[in-house]
């Protein structure tokens, strides 16, 4: 997250225009971007001298994406989008108004990758494996594996929608009855699952650090990007591929649409898509153009994408709220004398929005999910005691207004200890098997009780399975950054900065990661 924070000001600064505002120029296409497009960045700075075209790209979710678009938000913002797939997207109502031309621009199958080890074990190196297949071993525990949130990331949304198809034997596009009668098949095939996260590059790094874990379901250009090499499966009974359209909006100026041309020509050149081969690992969209030996020769079959936008967030809101392993959540406040006014209110805002409040379709995603733990622990001059939540996985809604009216009444007054919350949190035990992660958040420097170098010695002291909690950090106010990153950096987890944007974005951001 750090890095894809400095890439965006780092782009922004480079498409300036005549009166120094990022974005202004009548040579910069601006683009609402998905996460997978950064590794493109250093590609796309050469496409100002060589198709006369400054990129600016703007990050955002999938889903969250799909929904500036189709409600008219983006438009006025932003001249184009780019993300990994537009399937979602096309499902909105009045979404398809607001596009105008699109154009595929490369290819990347959603596939499992596998320690050699494991894939050898499995006896499925150079054979031919079925989901089924996969599905199995999984519900014998034969293997674990790490995944995107789909509600965040189009792999992981592209890989359940591509398990869910192949599983259910449905001859065309699923549908919501279908949804119902396939989850019993999608809980033996997640509860192998022991990584998730809002990026599918964030899962990269986070499986690269975990050999306990033995596969990653993930786009073919990532796990062919690892530095371990892994064992590729490819389903035989069918993938979803993202293809990675550049989609000109129906409200882009005249001159924007000219950029648009050009960019989107020069991304089709040979040389280019040579380029994107090479330094992406993603598949060429032009014919002629040479493949990496390394894709293989079989011909993939893509899997039916459902045709309704219920369908697919029946499938988002199963697989988060009755399929997955439960997570569970520990949010580490504060609650000192300087969040007193708005920056409490605004606190109290993000998290109340977590319990269905939020009613939009991320938001909805979002929420504090059934099965669910979430921990509260505010700290001031001294770390509160924990304040424990389990959502169950029926009638969900007595636990989440009993949330809310903890947010509701959540108060400022005193000194800011950081390290004894964090602390506090990772003295919980955790369950075994279940997602396990912690949300810092402060507008502050620690003035009371432990400090960093005493947290840091604490924590390379707890068990091995403790420390696989991650913390995500929110930068807020006058958060010091280095040592918030430092958090992150120790225990592999992430820092999110709410002080350009909101609590609130900020907080359904690290969900993904939850």
């Not at 992150?488 to 900065?497: P, S």
Request: glycine share 10%; net charge negative.
């Amino acid at each position: 997250m750090r890095r894809a924070f400095a890439a965006v000001l780092l782009l922004a600064a480079a498409a300036c225009g005549a009166s120094g505002e990022p974005g202004d120029g009548p040579d910069v296409l601006r683009v609402l971007a998905g996460s997978e497009i950064k590794d493109l960045e250093p590609l796309l700075r050469r496409a100002e001298q060589e198709a006369g075209v400054k990129v600016r790209l703007t990050y955002s979710g999938t889903l969250d994406g799909a929904e500036q678009v189709a409600s008219g938000r983006a438009a006025g913002r932003v001249d184009a989008t780019w993300f990994s797939s537009n399937r979602y997207l096309s499902l909105i109502d009045g979404a398809q108004a607001r596009l105008s031309t699109q154009t595929k621009t490369m290819v990347s199958p959603v596939v499992l990758g596998l320690r050699p080890a494991k894939a050898a074990e499995l006896g499925w190196t150079g054979k031919p494996v079925s989901w089924a297949d996969i599905a199995a071993a999984a519900k014998d525990g034969r293997f674990s594996f790490g995944m995107t949130n789909p509600a965040s990331s189009n792999s992981g949304f592209s890989a359940l929608v591509g398990v869910a198809a192949a599983l259910s034997d449905a001859d065309g596009a699923l549908s919501a009855e279908q949804v119902g009668t396939v989850t019993p098949k999608l809980k033996e095939f997640f509860s192998a699952q022991r990584l998730t996260a809002g990026s599918s590059g964030w899962l990269a790094d986070a499986y690269a650090r975990d050999p306990g874990v033995d596969g990653m379901v993930n786009y073919e250009s990532v796990l062919l990007g690892l530095r371990e090499p892994v064992t590729i499966v490819y389903p035989s009974d069918g993938v979803v591929s993202a293809d990675y359209p550049l989609t000109l909006l129906a409200s882009a100026p005249e001159e924007k649409k000219v950029l648009y041309g050009k960019l989107a020509a020069w991304l089709r050149t040979p040389a280019v898509q040579k380029q994107i081969v090479t330094g992406t690992h993603r598949r060429p969209i032009v014919p002629g153009v040479a493949q990496d030996p390394r894709f293989g020769s079989a011909q993939l079959i893509e899997l039916p994408f459902p045709n309704r936008r219920s369908t697919a967030d029946e499938l988002i809101a199963t697989y988060l709220n009755q399929v997955r392993v439960p997570a569970e959540a520990t949010f580490v406040l504060d609650t000192s004398g300087s969040m007193a006014g708005d920056r409490i209110e605004a606190l109290r805002q993000a998290l109340v929005a977590l319990t269905g409040a939020d009613t939009s379709a991320s938001g909805a995603f979002t929420r504090f999910s059934n099965r669910e733990t979430v921990t509260m622990i505010p700290f001031d001059g001294s770390a509160g005691g924990p304040v424990p939540f389990t959502v169950p996985e029926r009638d969900p809604a007595p636990v989440l207004a009993r949330i809310k009216e903890f947010a509701e009444g959540l108060d400022a007054a005193g000194g800011t200890a950081i390290y004894d919350g964090l602390k506090a949190a990772y003295d919980r035990p955790v369950t075994p098997g279940h997602y396990s992660s912690i949300v810092l958040m402060t507008d502050g420097e620690n003035t009371d009780g432990i400090d960093y170098a005493a947290f840091e010695a604490y924590f390379r002291a707890l068990p091995e399975e403790r420390r696989r909690t991650p913390a995500f950090v929110v930068l807020f106010g006058e958060s010091d950054v280095a040592e918030m990153r430092q958090v992150a950096q120790l225990t592999g987890g992430a820092v999110f900065d709410a002080r350009s944007t909101s609590l609130s974005s900020a907080f359904k951001e690290i969900r993904g990661y939850q």
